[in-house]
């Protein structure tokens, strides 16, 4: 049976409202060309401060969220995001983060070495400065090999941050590292409130870096004597357990004063650096002064093994006996495989 007449228009036809709602029509997503650019400053529980329009006179800071096409997809700080929505920077706006540019590098770590779950700890960075007190709490060279690792495979430039130079002399920590070639620069507190920050400022002239170290080695107050006008708390170091106590709770990349430019990105203390996520056959690059020895190592050698020829490599003062043992250290604490 007809149920409208024989000329019926659109205008005769009634539609029901669907119980289960609209849906789109199309899977097609906007590609958002004319979003701004922006640079991910900080992230503090699913918000994001973002910097835009940087050196003009619409530089701004916005409060930012990630877009539901986004999925799974991490924003982290040092990335270079589109944005769109509400770039006003008022107060009470917020944005929405539409892209994530492609990334010129990664620093990972994993909270141990039997950890599957990578975190991404900075994008984009080209220098990885290594913050070591020389005393009060005492160095942890083990620590600072796994920084290198992490750096090199990275494709950043370590650079060596010896602090608290006051309390204990540098050279016996910097002989082990000579080899490498790192570059270092040393500080106390007396210099930094001084000359000694500018020091450290010319090393990070027009590049990128990323501070990491555990607590307590004075990490944020250098950060605080670079960049004057942005003070983050500082802490102190346990007396009994000889750790520091975490102050610095989030990433955070503050711009460099004075000619030059450049960033820092101070980040919060740490107590371990698993390198699960790298192969161990990549780890050896990691040891400039020692790969040279591995080309008369047997096919697939491990580098922990008997006929490793990196024992007799050392024997013959080609290298320090402390870099193999830190080498072997790194490969025996990882229980991860090749290919894994």
């Not at 877009?67 to 920077?89: F, H, I, P």
């Not at 370590?158 to 130079?165: D, Q, S």
Request: charge should be neutral; proline fraction near 6%.
């Amino acid at each position: 049976m007809r149920r409208y007449g024989k000329d019926a228009d659109e205008d005769d036809i009634r539609n029901r409202p669907s119980r289960r709602g609209s849906r789109p029509r199309t899977r097609i997503r906007p590609t958002h060309e004319d979003a701004a650019e922006g640079m991910v400053l900080t992230v503090d529980r699913g918000r994001f401060t973002c910097l835009i329009d940087p050196g003009t006179r619409r530089e701004r800071e916005i409060n930012a969220m990630k877009a539901r096409e986004l999925g799974r997809k991490g924003v982290v700080v040092g990335d270079r995001v589109a944005l769109v929505g509400d770039l006003s920077g008022e107060p009470g706006s917020l944005a929405r983060i539409v892209r994530v540019e492609e990334r010129d590098s990664t620093l990972r770590r994993t909270a141990d070495d039997d950890d599957p779950y990578e975190r991404i700890v900075v994008a984009n960075a080209d220098q990885l400065a290594i913050v070591t007190a020389l005393a009060d709490p005492e160095p942890r060279p083990r620590l600072i090999d796994r920084c290198l690792v992490a750096a090199y495979d990275a494709g950043m430039e370590p650079l060596l941050v010896l602090t608290k130079a006051d309390l204990a002399p540098a050279e016996p920590l910097l002989d082990v590292y000579a080899p490498l070639g790192v570059r270092h620069v040393v500080t106390d507190r007396e210099q930094l409130a001084g000359s000694g920050a500018e020091a450290v400022r010319d090393l990070l002239r027009d590049r990128m870096t990323v501070f990491i170290g555990h607590s307590g080695v004075g990490k944020t107050t250098l950060v605080n004597a670079l960049v004057p006008d942005r003070q983050r708390s500082t802490g102190h170091v346990n007396a009994v357990t000889g750790r520091g106590r975490h102050t610095t709770t989030s990433a955070l990349a503050l711009r460099l004063p004075g000619k030059g430019g450049g960033w820092v990105i101070d980040t919060p203390g740490f107590r371990s650096f698993g390198l699960s996520h790298i192969e161990p056959s990549r780890v050896i690059h990691a040891f400039p002064d020692l790969e040279p020895g591995t080309a008369a190592c047997p096919r697939a050698c491990s580098h922990d093994e008997p006929d490793c020829a990196l024992d007799a490599w050392v024997a013959e003062g080609h290298a320090d006996p402390a870099r193999l043992y830190s080498l072997r250290r790194l490969l025996s604490t990882r229980e991860a495989h090749e290919g894994d």
